[in-house]
């Protein structure tokens, strides 16, 4: 007769990781025999009438069966699959329908892993065979499911972390201006599902940002090189363009590749997190794709012409940055400037009915004096 | 097999005395000295689609080594790459730990390792990737961590919860779901990408005290960026 342990049981005085033991079934119910050293020999006897019977364990393929004994509760894990049939054999009448459920609930966990393993497979396939189109359907299609507070979250932590390293403008001209631009901008915005947040933050760097979630950076060698309020608030509109077409998340979606996309349609969005982590994403170096600018310069003309802010500001500095030798152009090297962008937008202004201009409250040379250029250079 | 942690705390290293013919199983790269007497070979554990699948899906290294006291009995020094904690488990045969992929440093070769695809969502949202390790047989089982190792106790239904770059091992007994975290929860917590999970006992849960990403992006912050 062997006598290794075959089974786990767990009980109030039993070790949390489980008492090994040995269990055998007989007519009217099963003998527990504990096999560890410190309770070697002792044994348990326990009627079917007292056993309760479940599935648990981290796959959903362990029999569990629970009773209360002089000890308080106890909990038997069985994965053993002779054991298993054993216990159908011997088990009565009574227990047999909560047996069978609780195969049922096992077997059905694992089809649905499976099932979920086969469509992502599946998934995998049929895009790799070249329906590339599909691809970028199935990215809107992951875009769309991801919810906007979530979306909020992940720009968040990402905004957060780059802030806590940087020097941050707290007050000031610079400040007020820029809250000034986002307001006039955030109010022609309808059904606006973003709390845009703006931070002005000291450095050279000619830039700004936004990720996710309507969270956007400025930095001041951007508004010391702007000759004009209206360039800034230009940059600003495209940004908020960026959120709003949710460009970031596309771009993340579309880095993760198809699998992400497929568990996002049809599983569970939050995912990308852990995702992102995996494959190293960083939310800060997304480049945006050549569509992706258009579209935001167009929706963002769009918007500056309905906040009434001259959007030739945004043109004039949009051909300024194209022009080579203007210093540390960061902000290209996140949105690539593609030849005739400018000229695009001119056409598309061209083709509006002539704006008047609502003038901001700020007068743009102080709030350049705050920053130290020293007015005026250029006209 | 015998093993001892050596100057436990944040460096420790495990020396395994090993008899004549007797071998171990161990992460590649965990061996820092040996006997004279100890051979090194590198086997494909669960033969090579199994090991492929590690390598591809795990970001495993492709093999464990296998250490063989084949010239007479000797000893061997292994240690693992990151600074944190190493803990002993006995495996009685009947007990089985799942085991995130950094987790395993070494084993007896009576205990089997198997690489298992866990639930998609598990595994798109776990830290720990789609694949884990699930370790069982008898014999003895090294993990290391990150940062401490901390045991937790789980009785029959009895739930913690843990952020998920934390996880290193639990038993098989014990279940987990991953959850988006509170937002209560969500500060407290220091991976702050907001995903916990909750386990439900029975069984035993090890976490590190150290959080891997966490302190990758800690460094990188010192890290000056190239133009
Ligand atoms: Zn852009």
């Given at each position: ?179 000034e631009?986002?307001?006039r ?45 209206e ?75 309905q906040a009434r802010i001259d ?44 704006l008047s201009p609502v003038p901001f409250t ?18 | ?227």
């Amino acid at each position: 007769m062997s006598s290794s342990p075959n089974a786990l049981c767990f009980g109030y005085e039993l070790p949390a990781s489980g008492a090994p033991c040995l269990v055998r079934f007989g007519g009217q119910g099963l003998t527990v025999t504990f096999a560890s050293e410190s309770m070697a020999g002792r044994s348990e006897e326990v009627p079917f009438t007292a056993l309760s019977v479940s599935v648990g364990g981290l796959d959903h393929d362990q029999l569990v069966l629970k009773w209360i004994g002089d000890r308080g509760e106890r909990a038997l894990y069985l994965k053993d699959a002779d054991l298993i049939r054993s216990f159908r054999r011997s088990a009565p009448e009574q227990l047999h329908v909560p047996f069978e459920r609780a195969a049922e609930l096992a077997r059905l966990v694992r089809r649905r892993r499976r099932m979920v393993w086969g469509v992502v497979a599946g998934v995998v396939l049929a895009l790799s065979a070249g329906l590339w189109r599909g691809g970028d359907l199935l990215v809107a299609l992951a875009v769309e499911r991801i919810p906007p507070e979530w979306e909020q979250k992940l720009g968040e932590s990402a905004y957060k972390d780059f802030l806590a390293r940087q020097d941050i403008v707290r007050e000031g001209p610079a400040v007020s201006a820029v809250q000034e631009m986002t307001r006039r901008l955030v109010e022609q915005i309808p059904n606006n599902p973003y709390k845009f947040e703006v931070t002005v933050v000291k450095s050279d760097v000619v830039n700004a940002f936004a990720l996710p979630g309507g969270y956007i950076v400025v930095f001041t060698g951007l508004m010391k090189k702007a000759t004009g309020a209206e360039e800034v608030a230009g940059v600003l509109s495209h940004e908020l363009n960026h959120v709003l077409q949710r460009h970031g998340l596309e771009r993340i979606v579309k880095r993760l590749g198809l699998v992400a996309a497929a568990s996002i349609v049809f599983g569970d969005q939050q995912g990308l997190a852990g995702l992102m982590k995996q494959f190293g994403v960083e939310l800060m170096t997304l480049k945006f794709g050549r569509e992706q600018e258009t579209e935001a310069d167009l929706t963002g003309l769009q918007l500056l012409y309905q906040a009434r802010i001259d959007p030739s500001g945004m043109i004039g500095f949009f051909e300024r940055l194209s022009e080579k030798d203007e210093g540390r152009m960061e902000w290209l090297s996140t949105h690539p400037m593609s030849q005739g962008r400018a000229e695009r937008l001119k056409a598309e202004l061209a083709a509006m009915p002539k704006l008047s201009p609502v003038p901001f409250t700020f007068e743009w040379a102080a709030v350049r004096a705050s920053l130290g250029v020293s007015p005026p250079a250029e006209p | 097999m015998r093993s001892e942690i050596l100057y436990p705390g944040a460096f420790p290293m495990v020396r395994v005395e090993l008899a004549a013919g007797e071998q171990i199983k161990a992460e590649s790269g965990a061996m820092v000295g040996a006997s004279p007497t100890i051979d090194v070979e590198s086997k494909m554990e669960g033969g090579f689609l199994g090991a492929l699948s590690r390598k591809l899906l795990t970001g495993e290294k492709f093999f464990f080594q296998t250490l063989r006291a084949g010239r007479g009995p000797g000893e061997v020094l292994l240690a693992p790459t990151v600074p944190g904690e190493i803990v002993i488990l006995e495996l009685d045969g009947v007990n089985e730990y799942m085991v995130q992929k950094d987790g395993f440093l070494a084993g007896a070769d009576t205990i089997s390792i198997e690489s298992k695809m866990q639930s998609f969502t598990r595994g798109l949202m776990g830290g720990e990737g789609f694949f884990i390790l699930k370790i069982g047989g008898k014999g003895t089982l090294i993990l290391n961590s990150f940062g401490a190792i901390h045991r937790i106790d789980l009785k029959p239904d009895q739930e913690y919860i843990v952020d998920n770059s934390h996880m290193v091992a639990w038993s098989a007994t014990t279940s987990y779901n991953i959850e988006r975290a509170s937002s209560g929860w969500m500060a407290s917590f220091t991976s702050g990408e907001g995903f916990v999970c909750r386990f439900r006992g029975p069984g035993v849960v090890y976490i590190q005290s150290r959080n891997p990403g966490g302190f990758g992006a800690w460094i990188r912050q010192f890290i000056p960026v190239s133009e």
